[in-house]
């Protein structure tokens, strides 16, 4: 008895060790995939300010990423819930980054804004696979979920700190130093794409609900407006009205995505702690008075306090929005992962056109003016959100 008691641990503690193996390089993977996306908003200054773009023009790159990441998400999301198409994941994180790569050594807009959108299309086929291998991985912990979710934050952090000294040194060219990690991540997620599925996990039980899940996506559908707008415009705000230089307002964007990191890892915990939904409505609530911080504090210098704060607010939902979503549709894990990961997020971008324009009528600051009212609609959403069955 006490043998088969020690031997059921030892078992045990190879799962968790393999699946926390696992959730590391579906972490580390997802870091990488969302460096592209992060590189978009990341070189919209530099398009603006190299090739002389307008703010419109700026902005429709946004929406070419967030078309090709977007539309084809439900899809891609049914194909992964049927089929074992263990290669996408690699090929999509490849494709990401050869179709941001290449968008500064062409000329044209049109020639442009068409690779940004197969970048958009290889995020697109990265996350439903991934987001549904990396559940696996975490079992029902929020907090495992959210290593998972922070990888992509991390990946938007680290698009600004890599870029802007490239950027300001080598021009919009340098977007071709970027291809290399994604072949990497590429080939090492094709090498070990047998370990990244496991068929006796791969179908959960239970019911599938598509009332509150759909509820949950106006929400991450409101998130990911605020953050897709302050993620593009906020360079900008720092150059154009606090008139900073280009180091400050490469700051701000740098602040307000380590508070993203930051704020993924936080909700993971509170959600173990208080409970998903609760975590959804406290991270919406906190973003009002945090982005009205950031409108309206003096200086370039005293808004950073308050990009950080934001950034936290926001992404304070984000992983718990994940795994809620998987929740509510049990048997559909890679459809969900592709609404909350990749349609949901990539609306923010589909957006970005109407907020460009309002920054054409009013300048980055009537956008940050905006944005600061667009959480309401994620807090009354929230209370709306019910906590899932368990199984």
């Known amino acids: 008895m006490t043998e088969a008691i020690t031997t059921a641990a030892s078992v045990r503690a190879v799962q968790t060790t393999s699946g926390w193996r696992r ?22 200054p530099y398009f603006v300010l190299d090739r ?63 690779l940004v959108l197969i970048s958009g299309l290889g995020v697109a086929m990265f996350h439903p696979a991934a987001g549904k291998a990396a559940r696996e991985a975490a079992g029902d912990s929020a ?14 952090f680290l698009a600004p700190v890599l870029a802007t000294p490239l950027l300001v040194s080598l021009g919009v060219g340098a977007t071709a130093l970027f291809i290399p990690p994604a072949l990497i991540t590429a080939l090492v997620l094709l090498r070990h794409r047998p370990a990244a599925v496991t068929s006796a996990k791969a179908t959960r039980s239970g019911t599938d609900r598509w009332n509150p899940f759909l509820v949950l996506t106006g929400v991450e559908v409101v998130r990911s407006v605020v ?47 208080h409970g998903m939904v609760r975590t959804v409505q406290f991270g919406s609530a906190l973003a009002v008075p945090m982005l009205l911080g950031l409108r309206l504090a003096p200086g370039p210098y005293a808004p950073l306090l308050f990009a950080v704060l934001a950034g936290i607010a926001l992404n304070i939902p984000f992983a718990v929005l994940i795994k809620l979503g998987q929740d509510y549709l049990p048997t559909r894990p890679g459809t ?8 949901a997020v990539s609306v923010g971008g589909l957006i970005a056109p109407a907020l460009g ?12 003016a905006i944005l600061c009212a667009i959480p309401v609609a994620a807090l009354v959403l929230g209370l709306f959100l019910t906590d899932p069955e368990q199984p």
Do not use: N
């Open 336 to 343: 969900a992962a592709g609404v909350t990961l990749g349609l």
């Open 23 to 44: 959730m590391r390089m579906w972490a580390a993977a997802h870091a990488v995939d969302d460096l592209y996306q992060g590189l978009v908003p990341a070189c919209v």
């Open 143 to 156: 907090g495992a979920m959210s290593i998972f979710a922070a990888g992509g934050s991390v990946g938007f």
């Open 357 to 368: 324009a309002a920054a054409e009528a009013y300048g980055p600051q009537g956008v940050f």
């Open 227 to 273: 953050f897709f707008g302050v993620l593009t415009f906020i360079e900008l705000y720092w150059i154009r009205h606090l008139h900073a230089g280009k180091a400050v307002a490469g700051t701000a964007l740098a602040c307000f995505l380590i508070g993203g990191v930051t704020g993924t890892l936080l909700g993971g915990r509170i959600a173990d702690r």
């Open 52 to 114: 002389g773009y307008s703010y419109v023009a700026a902005s429709g790159l946004t929406l070419a990423a967030a078309l090709g990441s977007s539309v084809p998400q439900p899809f891609i999301g049914l194909v992964v819930d049927r089929r074992p198409v263990r290669w996408m994941a690699g090929a999509g994180v490849a494709l990401a980054g050869l179709g941001l790569g290449a968008s500064g050594l062409v000329p044209s807009y049109a020639a442009v804004w068409i």
